[in-house]
């Protein structure tokens, strides 16, 4: 069965300090990886996608990136934090934009 | 621009009680529609997947239709338990690409 794998869980990290999330996915080949972010009070927020190796696609400007260096690995990264990037972020992966997703239990991140 | 909505925002309901949560799209050209339930501090878990040629879709006591051309979807939860305690968020994905837009969620509280 397929399992999705996201940390750490939770995370405070001082403004202007680098961000490192990992996500992996198991039991699946090549699939649809994504990140999203949960403001609070808000919906979530489609920050990155991802078809295969390499391949990132953006939907917002921000402050964050994202890589992808193997299969099943989803990285988001900055390089500099700012306060409005505290949320809670999710990992997701899909086998393609149109069928079932699933999600991965969050990072609490808090910039302080 | 897809858009979601879900009403009502905040649901709180005694034991026992059947109740329908709403979901609208402003945009019909759906592929299909998720709905997922969010647990405090927690990831998302999958409840019920419809697709865009579905009306509707059964797990257990969870039934959700959808009505593509209204921009509607619906979820019925019969005989609530105080385990259904949860955001309930729904999300669609269009033909347009790989993403879910997601709604703001309902907050539902099953009081014993």
């Known amino acids: 069965s397929q399992t999705i794998h996201q940390w750490p869980a939770t995370l405070v990290q001082p403004v202007g300090s680098p961000l490192s999330l990992e996500c992996t996915v198991e039991?699946?080949?090549?699939?649809?990886l994504y990140w999203y972010r949960q403001a609070a009070g808000r919906g979530l927020q489609l920050l990155f996608y991802s078809v295969g190796i390499g391949q990132i696609s953006s939907e917002v400007p921000q402050n964050l990136s994202a890589s992808r260096p193997q299969d099943r690995q989803f990285i988001l990264s900055s390089k500099k934090l700012l306060l409005s990037d505290s949320g809670f972020y999710l990992c997701?992966?899909?086998?393609?934009?149109?069928?079932?997703?699933?999600f991965g239990q969050g990072t609490r991140l808090t910039v302080v | 621009k897809q858009e979601v909505t879900q009403i009502p925002a905040a649901l709180s309901v005694p034991e026992g009680e059947n109740l329908v949560l709403n979901c609208s799209f402003t945009d019909s050209a759906i592929y299909n529609l998720q709905w997922f339930r969010q647990d405090p501090g927690k990831g998302l878990t999958s409840l019920l997947l419809i697709q865009s040629s579905q009306r509707e879709q059964t797990s257990g006591r969870l039934n959700a239709s959808l009505d593509k051309s209204s921009g509607r979807s619906t979820l019925y939860i019969a005989a609530s338990q105080p385990g259904d305690s949860a955001t309930y968020l729904c999300?669609?994905?269009?033909?347009?690409?790989?993403?879910?837009?997601f709604g703001p969620g309902t907050r539902l509280s099953v009081l014993p």
């Open positions: 039991g699946t080949s090549n699939p649809n």
């Open positions: 999300a669609v994905t269009g033909n347009y690409g790989q993403n879910f837009v």
């Open positions: 997701a992966w899909g086998i393609s934009g149109h069928t079932e997703a699933f």
